[in-house]
Structures are given as C-alpha cells and as structure tokens.
C-alpha cells in the first residue's frame, strides 16, 4: 500500500507519498513485491510509506499486513477500501463535530449572580457588534451542575450608550437585574449615569427590555446593588457627591422610591454591599471605613449615616445572611468579616481573619450563605514558582466564625488574572464566576458549580458562543481519514480530532481531545507514521513562550500519549512558528524555523521518542519551510531570507543528514508569500507554491526528482489567484494521481478550489470544492487511493467564529 503524508506549517500542509512501480501496484490493491508498508524496504521506495495518507487500502500499512494486521487496512478484505467508481464529484459539505460551544470572540466584562432556587442568572457586560466603544448587557441561565441553558444569550439592554457593572437578586417571581447605563469599564459614571432595572422570568424570557430607570438624578449614579424581601426589591447605589441611596421595586417593576432615600452622605469608594434577613435589609459601605445601616421594606433608614464595622478602611464590602445573624466581609490589609446582629450591633469589632497574605486584586472578594455556611472566594496570587499566575480560593465560615477551609480550597488556578468574581448559593449548592484572560487574549467569564468550598468541576466557559475551530490538518491512516484542529471550547484553546471514513461517515461526532495543555494549543499538523497519526501543535502561553508537542491516535481512535511529547529544540520559539511534518514510514520528522532562520529538525519514532537532529548547513536558512518524504529521502523547501525571497528546496536523508549542503533553487521570479506544498510524483516530489510577481499572486507547480532537478526550472503557472489573501496551497497525490486545493477570493467571500495535476506537465483541470456563501479559508487535502480524496476547511459562523468542515471528492 501506498502512504500520503501531510505536512506544512501553521498556514500550510503538505504531502508527499513514494511513487514506484511497487507502490503503484500497491495502491491498486495488489502488492507484487510482497512488502509491507513501513518495512526495510520503505526508505528505498519499494515499500509504501507512512504518512499524512494511507491510500489504496489493500497493501500492508505499518508491517505484517493490514494496519491493525490480518489483511487490507481496517479488516481481513483485500480489496480498496477508497475505490469509488461513483466518487467523481464533490460530495455535500460534513460537519467534523457536533455543535461545541466555548468563550465568546469579544470581552465579557463585571459578571453578576443570582440565584431563584433552582438554576442561575448570569449577567455580563458584552460587545457583541464588536464596536468596543458600545457595551451591551446580556444574560444567560446556568443549571446546577454549570451547564449553560440559554447558548444564545438574552439582551437585556442595548443602546448607544454603554451598560456596565450589573447586579442580580431573585424577588420570589423573577429575576432583577440592575445595572448603571452610560458607565465605564469598571463603573466610573459620566454625567448622564442612571441606574436601570429589568425583570427576567425563570424560563428566560426579559420582560423589561432595555430596563426601567429607577434614578436619572442630576448626579452621576453607579454600582447598583439589589437584594429582594418577599414582593419588594430593595435598589442601593452610590450617587457621586451625595453618598448612598436606595429604592424600592414592586413585584412589577415599579419605582417605588423615585431618585432615591438617601442613607448616608459623603464620598463612597465602590459598590455598597445588600442583604436581607427577610424582613428589612442592611446595606454596607466604605467611606475610608466600613459602615452599615439597616433600612425597611416600607423605606425607612433605621441607622443614618450608618454605624462603623471596621475602622481603617476596607474595599468593596461584601454582605450575607446566615438565617441568624448578617456577615459583612472585606478587603483590608486581608480578606475579614464580622456578624451583624439585625437589632445592627456589631459583634466583631476586630474582625474575623479569614485570609491572611496578599490578594491579587483588592475587589475581588465575594461572600454567600450556603445553607450551612457561609461561603467567602477570593484571589490571590500562585505560589513563586508561577509568579506570573494567580489563583481563586475559597472557604467555608461557620455561623460561629470558625474558618473551616484556613488555606482556602483551590478554585481555580493558572490564568495571569482573575477579576470581578461572582458567587450566587442555592438550596443545592453554591456558583462562581469571574473574568479571566486580557493580555493578548479578550476577557472572558467562566464559572465552576461549588459543592461546599470545593469545585464539582473543572471552570468552563459560561458567558458562550460556538466555539471557534481553526488551522485544519488532515491525513488518511489506512482506515480512515483523521482531522484535527485548535478548538476554543476550553479554558484555554485545545486540540481536538474527528475520524472521517472513507465513505464520509463521521466516528467521532463529539471530537477525540488531543491535548488541552494549560497554554494555548494551537495550528496542528497531523501525519501518518506508519502505524499511528502523529498530531504535532504549538503550545504558547500569554507571555511569549512557545513550545512544540506532539500525541499520537490509534487507527481505533485511542489518544495514546496521556501526556503531551515535549519536542526538544536548540533556540526558543515566539508566537509565530514556521513548522512542517512528514513521515517515512518508521516515525515522523518535523521542521522547525529556529529565530536565526536555521531550519532544525525533530525525529519522533513510533514508540513517541523524541530526538533532535544537526540543524541545516550554515548556507541554509529561510522562512515557510515546508517538508515531505518522497521515498528515498526526505524534500525540504523555504522561502530564502534574501530580497528575492525564491523557493529553495534541500533534499535530507532518512537519518537527518542534509544531502544538499547550498541547498538548490525551485522557483522563477516573484517571492514566495505561502509555504510550498508537496506530494509525490514518480520517484521525486510535486511541489505547489504560491508567489507574488509583476503579474500578480499565482499558483505554480514543478516537478523535483530524486536527484534534486527541477522540471521545468522556474515552474509553470498554476492558477491565478484572486484577490489579496493568501492561497495557501495544500496538494496530495495517490500515484499517478495529484490534486492540489487552496483558498480563492470567489467575489464577496473567500472559497476553497481544487485541480488535478496531470503527470508530464499537462494542463490541470480547476474547480470549486467548496464555494457557497460565507468565509471558507484555510483548506487541507488528503487521498485514500486514485479515485478519493478529502479536504478539510473553515467556514465562517454567524458568531464570527469559524467551523471545520470536509468534503469528499473523487477523481474528476
């Protein structure tokens, strides 16, 4: 049998497959030479080699038969399992998973809670026109256990103005949310500042949209709190100049207090805090001390000017009732509480030391009662040997003050920041939430369900939208074609795959998970090294580092590496990796641009050993570098770091030895603005690239045999491509048989197009592979013998995320 193997780097794949008489004969489904695949002979080209593409089916892939053994690749039938004679055109468009969904594309900002006994409301600052200057207000239910009930998320209020820093209670009906309008990022009001409320039924539906106003005072307003008692809803906010305020809501929406009682004068620093032992409610405050007053349902002030808790400042107090006694809980110089008697005494004057040490950020205190306890989360930074992180901890206080958890119960833990946590209890439990992210990353809110100071569950996004699916790679593994990308389903972007049968069954609807490695795993490439696909990525975390990993999947589709193969390298890596990845049959090698432009180069053999190999001659060195095996020994191509910037090609032998010290050229004028793509072709390789000259941007091909000649020298045209963005190219080939797809500016949006590439130089034949409305970038091709092929791509989402996709096409 014969193999194609993918490979490329972060824009581009390539495949390249040996093309002797035997291989031929294999890919019809005999083998006259009687070799298995990934034998001795592989490396001569008398053998099939393994790589991104397994194709034909009958011949032996990996040694003694069929991949798996007993025969023809998936099972003891010799026949082809690719051969189609039907498979002539495209077939319709597959969905590699089921829906997915993961963070949103834009900053979610200043999560709210709150909780009606059985689910939660989450409310959330977003933008999603993707005009930063506008922020809107969305809203979603979370269940129990943290599932996200409404995927597509409630507006509550949107304008031209901003919405910021809401607040969520439960008035035995609905929800209530407030929120300030016409505020900044974390509250600061202009003039215009009013506090809004709008009710949400339990089953999601706004009944106020845009909100009620419930102060429009000639001074500024912000950081609304809202806590219910029975049918009233009791409002506090702080009016800038003029202290506290607070209304009342009736049941339906009305204001019951008009602009507001004012509770206490002078200069406010950030939110009050509300609770509500179920009869009045007692509201706190810093002014450079703590304070408290309790008012009543018919809006009484029974403590003006409020009476102090703690002295010596505090941030943002937080407040709760235990069924006995209200909890205030801060900030200072550590995370304190005190109890607060409803008759408004206060019975810790010195407070209660929940947290002792340094906090990651001053607000970032919240407190609820549990049923049993109450619970406090708070964050604070990882230990030294993660300087750059930071933590969200928890704990339990009994109603006596005893702290239950002293070192806190881990939260979460990792992100560079946590901010504006949430925390909202129901009768089966407590739910968190938070920002994480900024940097070079959008803010995004995620939330874990807590059972008692302990998370039920790893966090996971909660303010979501389709989860975003980009960099496709696909290979074909004897069985079945594997597709892999980077998904944004997970805290941080994973690596995920689907296998695709021959026949376009897909096995694995909800994705096999690759790798979901703490820093960001991105732009794979995946190949077949003769007895299993070797998927290699990019890892990088928010700071610049760069790592390479590799994992390995069964042809059964058994992730078989627990823990990612770290790939060894001379240099380090910044976010921008030219990579590529092809195999021999016995492993795979992998291409790795170094910051000097040296080329190195990685073995990894099929037990998923690692080994770094010598780096390219010192007259060697480029960008886009692109990598395939044509059967006796290994093509590598780059862009040249001169002001030509021509496609260079070396050829490199199967032990890592550069068999061409200068390297040769393979291009004609223009300079290469892709990576090449190669595939075999006879006993040398095909390669298709993409470059720029006074013509505009083509596509062209030329042949490169064993001995490194170049036919025809230069390259012939391709294709034309349309418009400004980059084709790049990906082109397999299954003996005689090449086919080459790339991306095309189809007029509004970009499609994905196709050609057969004839032996000899002949003319090629192009078509449309995927070419409806909307985005369609970044395709990948791969073959199951002559008369199949697969390419994978993205579609572009309402939700302005992308969608990996795949098409069948057979031999035109």
């Known amino acids: 049998m014969s193999s194609l193997f993918a490979s490329g780097n972060h824009r581009a794949s390539i495949a390249l497959l040996c093309g002797t008489a035997a291989l031929l004969a294999a890919c019809a489904g005999t083998d006259p030479g009687g070799d298995a695949a990934g034998g001795d002979s592989a490396a001569s080209g008398s053998g099939a080699v393994g790589g991104g593409d397994a194709v034909g089916g009958g011949g032996a892939v990996g040694g003694g038969g069929a991949v798996g053994g007993g025969g023809a690749a998936g099972g003891g039938d010799a026949a082809d399992p690719c051969h189609d004679p039907s498979a002539h055109t495209v077939s319709s468009e597959l969905d590699l998973s089921l829906p997915a969904y993961g963070p949103r594309p834009d ?11 059985t689910n939660y409301l989450l409310v959330w600052v977003d933008s999603p026109s993707g005009d930063d200057g506008v922020r809107d207000l969305l809203a979603a239910r979370v269940a129990p256990d943290g599932a996200v009930i409404d995927t597509e998320p409630l507006v509550v209020g949107a304008g031209p103005g901003d919405e910021g820093v809401p607040a969520v209670t439960f008035d035995g009906t609905n929800y209530v949310v407030v929120w300030a309008d016409d505020t900044g ?46 049918a009233t809803t009791v409002v506090a906010w702080a009016a800038e100049g003029d202290g506290i305020r607070f209304a009342r809501l009736s049941l339906s929406g009305e204001v019951l207090d008009p602009g507001g009682v004012p509770v206490g004068s002078g200069p406010v620093n950030g939110r009050p805090a509300l609770a509500t032992d179920g009869e009045g409610a007692l509201i706190a405050w810093e002014d450079g001390d703590v304070r408290a007053a309790r008012v009543t349902t018919g809006g009484a002030v029974l403590d003006p000017g409020g009476v102090p808790v703690a002295t010596g400042g505090g941030w943002q107090p937080v407040a709760a009732f235990d069924g006995e006694r209200y909890w205030i809980v801060w900030n200072g110089d550590a995370v ?18 929940v947290h002792e040490g340094p906090t990651a950020e001053l607000d970032n205190v919240v407190a609820a ?5 109450l619970l406090v989360l708070w964050t604070t930074p990882h230990p030294i040997e993660r300087a750059n992180a930071v933590d969200v901890r928890a704990t339990r206080v009994s109603r006596a003050g005893d702290v239950l958890d002293p070192d806190g119960a881990l939260v979460a833990s990792g992100s560079p920041t946590y901010h504006e946590v949430a925390l909202a209890a129901g009768p089966g439990g407590a739910f968190a939430a938070w920002m994480q992210g900024g940097l070079s990353a959008p803010w995004d809110v995620f939330g874990v369900a807590l059972h008692g100071a302990t998370p039920g569950a ?115 890596l910044d976010f921008e990796v030219d990579m590529a990845l092809a195999s021999d049959g016995h492993g795979v090698l992998v291409a790795v641009v170094d910051e000097l432009g040296e080329i190195e180069l990685v073995r990894v053999d099929q037990a998923g050993d690692a080994e770094l190999l010598p780096a390219s001659p010192a007259g060697i060195t480029g960008r886009r570098v692109a990598l395939g095996w044509s059967g006796a020994s290994y093509l590598v191509t780059w862009a040249a770091l001169d002001e030509e910037g021509a ?23 223009g300079a290469v603005v892709a990576p090449a793509a190669l595939a075999p072709r006879g006993a040398g390789s095909l390669v298709v690239w993409e470059a720029m000259d006074a013509d505009g941007v083509g596509l062209y091909r030329a042949e490169v045999g064993a001995d490194g000649t170049v036919s025809p020298p230069g390259g012939a045209l391709l294709a034309a491509v349309a ?21 095309d500016d ?36 791969s073959t199951c013998g002559p008369s199949s092929a697969f390419v994978t791509y993205t579609r572009s989402t309402s939700a302005r995320t992308s969608d990996v996709r795949g098409r069948l096409f057979g031999q035109r």
């Open 746 to 781: 189809g007029g509004a949006d970009l499609d994905v197009r196709g050609a057969e590439l004839p032996s000899g130089g002949a003319a090629s034949e192009v078509f449309a592979v995927s070419a409806e409305p909307g985005r369609e970038a970044s395709p990948r091709v």
């Open 647 to 669: 496609l260079r090609g070396a050829r490199v032998s199967q032990s890592g030895e550069w068999l061409d010290a200068a390297g040769f050229r393979i291009s004609g004028e």
């Open 369 to 373: 009662f549990d049923g049993e306890d």
């Open 107 to 117: 900053d979610e900002l200043t999560p709210a809670l709150g909780s009606d006994g």
């Open 185 to 230: 990022f974390y509250g600061p009001p202009n003039a215009l500042s009013d506090i809004r409320a709008a009710r949400i039924s339990p089953d999601g539906v706004v009944l106020d949209p845009g909100g009620v106003v419930v102060s429009s005072a000639e001074q500024p307003d912000s950081w609304p709190i809202a806590v219910s008692i029975g």
């Open 336 to 353: 304190r509480a005190a109890r607060v008697t409803t008759d408004g005494a206060v019975l810790d004057p010195e407070g209660i030391s």
């Open 458 to 572: 790893l966090p996971a996004p909660v303010a979501v939208a389709p989860a975003d699916q980009s960099a496709p790679t696909v290979a074909f593994d004897g069985r079945s074609y594997v597709a892999a990308w980077s998904d944004s389903r997970t805290v941080t972007r994973s690596i995920r795959a689907s296998r695709v049968s021959p026949s376009g069954a897909l096995l694995d609807p909800a994705g096999i998970l690759i790798a979901d490695t703490p820093w960001s795993d991105v732009q794979p490439l995946a190949a077949f090294d003769g007895q299993n696909t070797v998927i290699v990525w990019e890892a990088f975390d928010c700071c610049g580092a760069t790592a390479l990993h590799a994992a390995r999947l069964s042809p059964e589709g058994v992730l078989l590496d627990a823990a990612p193969i770290a790939l060894p390298l001379r240099t380090n």
């Open 723 to 743: 418009g400004a963005a980059a084709g790049e190219p990906s082109v397999a080939s299954s003996g005689a048989r090449a086919v080459a797809v790339w991306q």
